[in-house]
């Protein structure tokens, strides 16, 4: 898959490096390792023959701002994100497709998943794996750990994980 060919949500490849022909040859998967689904999701995709190699690394970690000291980590903690070895960032539902893709099994459903019909399809499932998350969190199971109340997270059914920074309603926090 070439940045050109990546789901419209695929985002970080410019047109001055040329971005339509860069290949991807490896993708890193940034991943909960706390969150039972998303550890089960990382366990299978080890074990899936790859057709482009997957690397996982957890959210939030020292190695990944070390790798991509230029990606929103912040954002990665509300949405499954892959990066590739060009630079190009891939989000939510489109993360989902491209890891898809580079599994030699489900590339022919990544492919379907593209289209316009298919892609409604993916975001679906995408929303409906958050929600589980969430939920999970508020059952005292360890989903969402990266996502801590008392750091001011919440889980709300409409708009999916929300940050209120913890007392700053007076406007006394520090903004850098």
Do not use: N
Request: hydrophobic share 40%.
């Amino acid at each position: 898959m070439t940045a050109r060919q990546a789901p419209a949500e695929a985002t970080g490849a410019t047109a001055d490096r040329g971005a339509a022909r860069v290949p991807v040859r490896r993708l890193t998967v940034l991943y909960d390792p706390g969150c039972p689904l998303c550890a089960f999701l990382g366990d299978w995709l080890r074990r899936r023959p790859q057709l482009v190699p997957l690397e996982l690394v957890p959210v939030g970690s020292a190695e990944a701002a070390r790798r991509f000291p230029g990606l929103d980590h912040r954002a990665t903690l509300d949405e499954i994100t892959v990066v590739g070895d060009a630079g190009q960032v891939y989000r939510s539902t489109a993360a989902w497709i491209v890891v898809l893709w580079a599994l030699r099994e489900h590339r022919p459903l990544a492919h379907r998943l593209s289209t316009p019909s298919g892609a409604t399809l993916a975001r679906g499932a995408v929303l409906a794996a958050a929600k589980w998350r969430g939920t999970q969190q508020h059952r005292g199971g360890r989903g969402g750990t990266g996502y801590r109340r008392v750091d001011g997270w919440a889980y709300d059914p409409a708009r999916g994980r929300v940050h209120t920074s913890p007392g700053c309603d007076d406007g006394s926090c520090r903004t850098g």
